[in-house]
């Protein structure tokens, strides 16, 4: 198919910037508390299998979806069912699920900021345990400081999706991505010369099976899940600027692998630190933002270092899944509306700015100040809830569905084996059925147990 389109300039273009975008703050903060919580190894293990079995097989098929169209989210939709079809809105649910997401995760990336500013400056130098722990609530509590790295951060974002995919994405998750991979294994072989390795080992890896509840499976399952960037149409947009040469399946396992890999070293990485200075591994949300800076102030100079590479290890990884983002609305508007990519970046990239001042400022209550009497949750936790709970679940529940039972048949095998000389239709009758039957059931009981629909702690 010859279009105007931009594409990628190579495969591993496209791997890397589909990586970058699903290895974030998801697998350096979130995946290592919640394995924390749920008991370490076997929580893995069944985390490995829902990417396996779950997570990859949408994820083929976004790429699928994008490159057969070589569309972004709304369009492929339009394309492949017609513009007066329903399924258009799974377009729009991803559309909607970026300028969400963003809007509150450049907060997220901007604490990261602000932790690598004050590890530089040697902040935390001299502070006892107590004040350091208390450093976040300050933090989030700030709408200045807040509304700063919120500033700098989507700056940061806009400037690169606005240069393009190849001069921009591509160019520039093919710094960070081996950037961040390079910075990985450098506090890795730090971390296994710590007392306290073999016992991360072993949390991590040994299957500690009485410490699972039933609800840390679907907490695998929605990780799985969320940790690919899926329902968002970030990969149906990207694999819209691949070439009909690529070998999706090949790219999509890669993508996947690369992903799992740095969550797991992530674990690798900050467990033997965390178990060598004796704190709980079990710490959840703060472990990132409280424990781990108590632990750098205690150990002194070489604490400030290691604080310096994490944090911007953090930053470096929230940009490469921002960029993917926002590049998801502004290649709507690139392809419905007809827009210069200059145009739609900065009006995009303007408004989630816009709409993200709230959530920069809800620690602070200025604005909306009744927001959490009304509705429970204070503006940043209300849009996580409505993206990470309904909207993400529910665009990979019916991009499952639609490529597994209503996609042209033909169509979904040419792409499913473009690019590739792996023909065996067993494969691809295993990828359907997964597709089919499994994935679907799988998010359905994700979103019945995060809404509160079914306690499967109590069922079983």
Not at 11 to 22: D, E, H, K, T
Not at 37 to 54: D, K, Q, R, S
Not at 95 to 111: D, E, H, P, Q, R
Request: hydrophobic fraction near 50%.
């Amino acid at each position: 198919m010859k279009t105007g389109r931009e594409q990628w300039g190579s495969r591993i273009g496209f791997i890397l910037a589909a990586a970058g975008s699903a290895i974030g703050l998801g697998n350096i903060w979130k995946f290592p508390y919640i394995t924390g919580e749920n008991g370490g190894g076997v929580f893995v293990l069944i985390y490995l299998g829902c990417i396996a079995l779950i997570g990859t097989p949408i994820l083929i098929a976004e790429i699928l979806i994008g490159r057969s169209t070589q569309k972004s989210s709304v369009s492929a939709f339009s394309d492949l069912a017609g513009k007066e079809s329903n399924w258009r809105m799974v377009g729009f649910l991803g559309v909607g699920a970026g300028f969400i997401i963003l809007s509150y995760y450049s907060v997220v990336a901007g604490w990261a900021m602000n932790y690598t500013f004050m590890s530089i400056t040697n902040f935390f130098e001299g502070k006892s345990a107590e004040q350091i722990g208390a450093t976040f609530g300050t933090l989030f509590t700030s709408a200045d400081i807040n509304l700063l790295w919120h500033t700098v951060f989507m700056v940061m974002t806009i400037g690169v999706v606005i240069a393009g995919v190849k001069r921009g994405i591509e160019k520039w998750n093919k710094i960070l991505m081996p950037l961040l991979l390079g910075i990985f294994l450098l506090l890795a072989i730090f971390s296994i010369f710590l007392p306290g390795w073999k016992a991360a080992v072993n949390f991590v890896f040994y299957p500690h099976l009485d410490k699972l509840k039933p609800s840390g499976v679907l907490e695998a399952l929605g990780h799985s899940f969320f940790t690919l960037s899926l329902g968002m149409g970030t990969m149906i947009t990207y694999g819209s600027y691949l070439n009909k040469k690529t070998n999706v399946v090949k790219s999509a396992v890669m993508v996947s692998a690369l992903d799992t890999g740095i969550a797991l070293l992530a674990c690798l990485v900050m467990f033997p630190i965390v178990f060598s200075f004796g704190h709980d591994p079990s710490a959840g949300p703060g472990l990132v933002f409280k424990t781990l800076p108590i632990i750098f102030g205690e150990i002194g100079n070489i604490g400030m270092l290691l604080s310096i590479i994490f944090f911007a290890l953090l930053v470096f990884a929230a940009l490469s899944s921002a960029v993917s983002m926002l590049e998801v609305t502004t290649a709507y508007l690139i392809d419905e509306k007809g827009w210069s990519r200059k145009k739609a970046t900065y009006i995009t990239g303007g408004a989630i700015y816009l709409f993200g001042i709230p959530s920069a400022t809800a620690g602070a209550n200025t604005i909306f100040p009744d927001w959490a009497g009304m509705y429970g949750k204070n503006f940043f936790d209300s849009f996580d809830y409505l993206a990470s709970n309904w909207m993400l679940p529910l665009g990979g529940l019916f991009v499952a569905i639609y490529a597994g039972w209503f996609m042209d048949p033909m169509l979904r095998q040419a792409e499913f084996k473009g690019g590739t000389k792996f023909t065996q239709s067993w494969f691809y009758s295993v990828w359907l059925f997964f597709l089919k039957f499994i994935a679907p059931l799988a998010v359905i009981l994700i979103i019945a147990q995060r809404v509160g629909v079914i306690d499967i702690d109590k069922w079983i």
